[in-house]
C-alpha cells in the first residue's frame, strides 16, 4: 500500500496495476472498468475488456486474496447478437448481492444509444439476463444491496445532465419515482458530470457512496473519485459529501493510456479490518486496486460541511 502523504486519501497498492494487457491469457484491444463482490471464499472480479474487433465483452476473474487473479479465456457476458441495441457491446458492470442473489447491472451500447442492462446469477457459472431497465442514454446504474421501504432502489445517470438520479421497483423490471440525488458542483473537481461508481456500502452513518465526478480542462477531462454518504431510509437524501477526491490520476498507468486522466470505479469491498478496498480502471487501459480507512472517508465527508 501507498502510503506517502499529501498525494490522496485512497492509497495505491504497491504492484499496481491488478491486471494489465499482459495479464490476459489472449489478445485484447483495451481493459477497461470492473465490478467485484465475494463468492464462495474467493474474489469474483467482473472486467470489461475491448476485442480486437472494438466490441466490449464482460470477463470474469477470481483471486483467493483480493490482489492476485485468474482470468477466463471465454466471455462470461457477451453482446447479443440478435438486435442491434448491443453491437458495440457490453461494458461496466456493477455486482449487487441481494436476497441470496447476485443483480449484475451493465452498460449495452448499440446503434440507437446507451441502455442499462439488468442480468443476475448464483453461481458465476450461468447467468440470466433479464432484459433493459432503462430508456435509451442512460450511462450507468447501481443496484443497492438492500430495499428500501420494500421496493428496489437503483442509483442511476442520465446521459444528458451529469447527475446522480435515484429510482424505485416493485419487479426489477417497471422503474419510476425517479429523484435526484447529487448534481455536479461549479468551481469543485467534480464541476460538469457525476455518477455512482459501486453499489453503495451501509454503515452506521448510513449508505457510503463512492462516486466518480469530471472536470473539462484545456487538456481534455479529468475523471476522479469522490465519496457521498446517502440517509439510510432516503438515499435521495445526502448526508455529506467530500469536497476533495479521495483518489485522482497521478501514476503512469492512470494518466497515460487509450483515455488519459481517468480513474473510475465499478467495484469496492470493505474487508473486515475496516479498510475500503477500491478497484477502478485507470486510463481504460488497466484494473488497479485503492486502499482507505472507512473511517478515514467517512472523516473526510463529514468535515467537508453542507455544500452538497
Known amino acids: 500500500m501507498d502510503t506517502r502523504v499529501g498525494r490522496d486519501v485512497v492509497r495505491r497498492w504497491v504492484d ?9 491469457p489472449f489478445r485484447s484491444g483495451g481493459i477497461w472498468n470492473a465490478g467485484i463482490t465475494r463468492f464462495d471464499g474467493e474474489y469474483v472480479m467482473l472486467l470489461t475488456i475491448e476485442t480486437l474487433e472494438g466490441r466490449y465483452c464482460i470477463y470474469q476473474a477470481r483471486g483467493r486474496d483480493g490482489q492476485h487473479f485468474w482470468i477466463d479465456d471465454k466471455p462470461f457476458m457477451a453482446p447479443n447478437e440478435n438486435g442491434p441495441y448491443e453491437t ?28 442499462l442492462g439488468l442480468a443476475r446469477t448464483d453461481d458465476f457459472q450461468c447467468v440470466d439476463r433479464m432484459g433493459f431497465i432503462s430508456q435509451v442514454d442512460t450511462k450507468n446504474g447501481v443496484l443497492l444491496p438492500k430495499k428500501i421501504g420494500g421496493r428496489y432502489a437503483m442509483l442511476t445517470r442520465p446521459a444528458e445532465g451529469g447527475s446522480i438520479w435515484l429510482a424505485y421497483s416493485e419487479d426489477l423490471v417497471f422503474w419510476g419515482d425517479q429523484t ?34 469530471e472536470k473539462r480542462t484545456s487538456a481534455g477531462p479529468l475523471v476522479r473519485l469522490g465519496a457521498a454518504i446517502l440517509d439510510a431510509d432516503d438515499p435521495a437524501s445526502v448526508v455529506a459529501r467530500s ?6 490520476p497521478r501514476e503512469r498507468y492512470e494518466r497515460m493510456g487509450d483515455v488519459p486522466n481517468v480513474v473510475f470505479s465499478c467495484g469496492v469491498q470493505l474487508a473486515d479490518d475496516g479498510m475500503v478496498n477500491i478497484y477502478y480502471g485507470a486510463s481504460d487501459s488497466c484494473i488497479a486496486l485503492g486502499q482507505a480507512p472507512l473511517d478515514e472517508i467517512v472523516r473526510v465527508c463529514l468535515e467537508s460541511g453542507k455544500e452538497f
Open 16 to 24: 499496481n496495476p491488478l491486471i494489465a494487457l499482459e495479464d490476459l
Open 88 to 115: 458495440l457491446g457490453i461494458r461496466d458492470p456493477r455486482i449487487t448481492h441481494l436476497d441470496e442473489t447476485y443483480y449484475i447491472t451493465y452498460v449495452a451500447e448499440g446503434d440507437h444509444g446507451l441502455r
Open 180 to 213: 435526484v440525488v447529487m448534481t455536479p458542483r461549479g468551481g469543485h473537481w467534480d464541476a460538469d458530470l457525476i455518477g455512482a461508481s459501486a453499489p453503495p456500502i451501509e454503515i452506521d452513518q448510513g449508505w457510503l457512496l463512492i462516486y466518480y465526478g
Open 243 to 248: 469536497n476533495i477526491p479521495i483518489l485522482a
